[in-house]
C-alpha cells in the first residue's frame, strides 16, 4: 500500500480551512442549548408538574434516537415544514431553500445537546445540598439571589467535567454536519479524497485534526476548572 | 414580640402541627422540647417560611399575617428580622467564613460592603473565630462552623434568632464551644427559641421551657417548674427518659 504523503500535507492544510466552520457548530450550538438546558434541568429537579415530565420524555426520545437518524430525518422534513410555515400558514416572501444548510446543523446539534446538557446540569445541581438554598434564605437573598451566588457557582464547579464531555462528543459529532452538505473539515477531506481516492490518507488526516482540536478543548476546561474551584483547591492544599 | 397562633401544617395526610401556640417576648429564652418528630423542627421552618404552613397566624412586631397568604414582601420583612440556626449549619461552600456572614449584609441589606465586612468580623470575634476569617467551612470543624453559622444569623442583628437543635451534629467534645456562645448571646439579651435535647442549656439558661409532643404543644412554663413538677404525664415521661439517658451517658 502506497502512502501519498504530500496529499496528506495539503489535506491536512486543507481540512485547517474546516475548523472555523467546526467550531462554528459547536459554539453556537452550545449558546442556543445552555438556557432551555438549564431551565429544563430546574423543572426536572421539581420532579412534578408538567414541566417536569415533558423535559424528562425530551430527554428520553432524544437519547433514545441515533444522532444521525436525527439529522436524516430532521434534514429530510425540516426544509418543507419550514416552508410550508413560513409561505402558506405566515404568508412571508422566504426561500428557506436557499439558506445556508449550517442552519439546519445548528437546529439538529441544539436539539441533541439541550438533552445532553439538561442531564449535565441537573446531576450537577443535585450535587449542592439544598439547605444550602435555605441557609441563604433564611439570612434574607431572594431565591435568584442564592441560585446566582452559592447554587450555580458550585454547580458549574461538579458540572464542568460533564460539559467538556459533552462539548468533544458535540464536536465530534459535528463532523456528520457533512450529511448536510455543511463544509467543515470532514467534508472537505472527503472531497479531495474523492478525486484520487486517496480515502485512507484523507481520514487520517481528519482523525488527527480531531484529536488535536479535542485536545485543546480539554486543556482549556482543565484551565477554567482549576480557576473555577480555588475554593475546592484550597481543601486539598 | 412575636406570636403564632393556631399553626398547623401537614405534610400529605399526616398532620405534624395541630394548632400550635407560641409567644414571645423580648429577651425570651425559649427552649423547645419533645420526642422525635413531635414537630419542632417544623415548627421553625414554619415561623421562617421555609416551610408554608396551611392554617394560623403570625404577628411579628407591627406585621400581622396569615401563614397561608403571606406575601413575598411580608416573608422577606419577617425573614429579614430573624435568624436561623440550621442543625446542619448550612453554610455556603463556596464562601469563606467572613464571606458567609457578610452575604446576607451586602446581597440581602445593600450594607456597603467595608461596613458589612466590619460588622461580620464583629460577629465573627463574638463567637470565637477571630483567626478563621478566610476559612472555607471544608476547613473548620463542626464546632467551627456551627459558630459561622451562629455569626452569620446574629450579624443581621435579628430581633429573634430560631436555633434548631444547633448541637446534635457535632461530636461530643465540640457540644461545649457552641452551648457557650449561645449562653453568651443569652446574657446579651438576644431573643431566642432554641430546639435542643440539651437538659443543662434548659435548666440553665431558659426563660422558658415549652414541651412539645405530637403536633401540640403540651405544657409549657419556667424550666424549674417544668423539671422537676411536670404536669402532663407525657412531659414526665419524656424527662424520665433523657435524664436516664444523660446519666447513662456520663457513666
Ligand atoms: N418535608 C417533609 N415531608 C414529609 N414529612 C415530613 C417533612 N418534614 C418533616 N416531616 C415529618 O414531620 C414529622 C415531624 O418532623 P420534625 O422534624 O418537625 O420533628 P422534630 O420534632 O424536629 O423531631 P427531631 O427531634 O427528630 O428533630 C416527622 O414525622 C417527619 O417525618
Ligand atoms: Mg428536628
Keep these: 500500500m502506497h502512502i501519498n504523503t504530500e496529499f496528506m500535507a495539503e489535506t491536512f492544510l486543507a481540512s485547517l480551512g474546516g475548523i472555523p466552520v467546526t467550531l462554528e457548530i459547536t459554539l453556537v450550538t452550545l449558546l442556543i442549548s445552555v438556557p432551555p438546558a438549564f431551565f429544563m434541568a430546574l423543572a426536572r429537579q421539581r420532579r412534578k408538574g408538567i414541566g417536569s415530565r415533558l423535559a424528562s420524555a425530551y430527554v428520553s426520545f432524544i437519547r433514545g434516537t441515533p444522532v444521525v437518524l436525527q439529522i436524516l430525518f430532521l434534514y429530510s422534513l425540516l426544509p418543507s415544514l419550514l416552508n410550508y410555515l413560513f409561505t402558506q400558514v405566515m404568508s412571508l416572501q422566504v426561500n428557506v431553500f436557499k439558506w445556508n444548510t449550517i442552519l439546519y446543523a445548528f437546529i439538529v446539534f441544539s436539539l441533541n445537546t439541550t438533552a445532553v446538557l439538561s442531564e449535565v446540569f441537573r446531576s450537577a445541581l443535585s450535587t449542592v445540598e439544598h439547605g444550602q438554598m435555605e441557609g441563604a434564605l433564611s439570612v434574607g437573598l431572594s431565591r435568584r439571589q442564592a441560585y446566582a451566588r452559592i447554587i450555580l457557582p458550585q454547580a458549574l464547579v461538579s458540572a464542568l467535567p460533564n460539559i467538556c464531555n459533552a462539548t468533544v462528543n458535540l464536536l465530534k459529532s459535528t463532523s456528520l454536519a457533512f450529511m448536510m452538505t455543511v463544509q467543515d473539515i470532514t467534508a472537505i477531506a472527503k472531497v479531495r479524497a474523492a478525486y484520487g481516492y486517496n480515502y485512507i490518507e484523507a481520514y487520517l488526516v481528519v482523525l488527527v485534526v480531531y484529536i488535536l482540536l479535542c485536545t485543546v478543548v480539554q486543556l482549556l476546561f482543565k484551565a477554567v476548572e482549576r480557576y473555577l474551584s480555588s475554593y475546592k483547591k484550597l481543601i486539598a492544599a | ?251
Design chain 2, 1 to 251: 414580640m412575636l406570636e403564632v397562633r393556631n399553626v398547623h401544617k401537614s405534610f400529605g395526610d399526616n398532620e405534624i402541627l395541630k394548632g400550635v401556640d407560641l409567644k414571645v417576648e423580648k429577651g425570651d429564652i425559649i427552649v423547645i422540647l419533645g420526642p422525635s418528630g413531635s414537630g419542632k423542627t417544623t415548627l421553625l421552618r414554619c415561623i421562617n417560611f421555609l416551610e408554608r404552613a396551611e392554617k394560623g397566624t403570625m404577628d411579628f412586631d407591627d406585621i400581622h399575617t396569615e401563614f397561608k397568604t403571606a406575601s413575598r414582601h411580608q416573608i422577606n420583612a419577617i425573614r429579614k428580622r430573624t435568624g436561623f440556626v440550621f442543625q446542619n449549619y448550612n453554610l455556603f461552600a463556596n464562601k469563606t467564613a467572613l464571606q458567609n456572614v457578610t452575604e446576607g449584609l451586602t446581597v440581602a441589606r445593600k450594607v456597603p460592603k467595608q461596613e458589612a465586612d466590619a460588622r461580620a468580623k464583629e460577629a465573627l470575634d463574638r463567637v470565637g473565630l477571630s483567626d478563621r476569617y478566610d476559612y472555607y467551612p471544608s476547613q473548620l470543624s463542626g464546632g467551627q462552623q456551627q459558630r459561622v453559622g451562629i455569626a452569620r444569623a446574629i450579624a443581621v442583628n435579628p430581633e429573634v434568632i430560631l436555633f434548631d437543635e444547633p448541637t446534635s451534629a457535632l461530636d461530643p467534645e465540640l457540644v461545649g464551644e457552641v452551648l457557650n456562645v449561645m449562653k453568651a448571646l443569652a446574657r446579651d439579651g438576644a431573643t431566642m427559641i432554641v430546639v435542643t435535647h440539651e437538659m443543662g442549656f434548659a435548666q440553665d439558661v431558659a426563660s422558658r421551657v415549652v414541651f412539645m409532643s405530637e403536633g401540640t404543644v403540651v405544657e409549657q412554663g419556667a424550666p424549674k417548674e417544668i423539671f422537676r413538677a411536670p404536669k402532663d404525664p407525657r412531659t414526665a415521661q419524656f424527662l424520665r427518659r433523657i435524664l436516664r439517658d444523660d446519666y447513662e451517658y456520663s457513666i
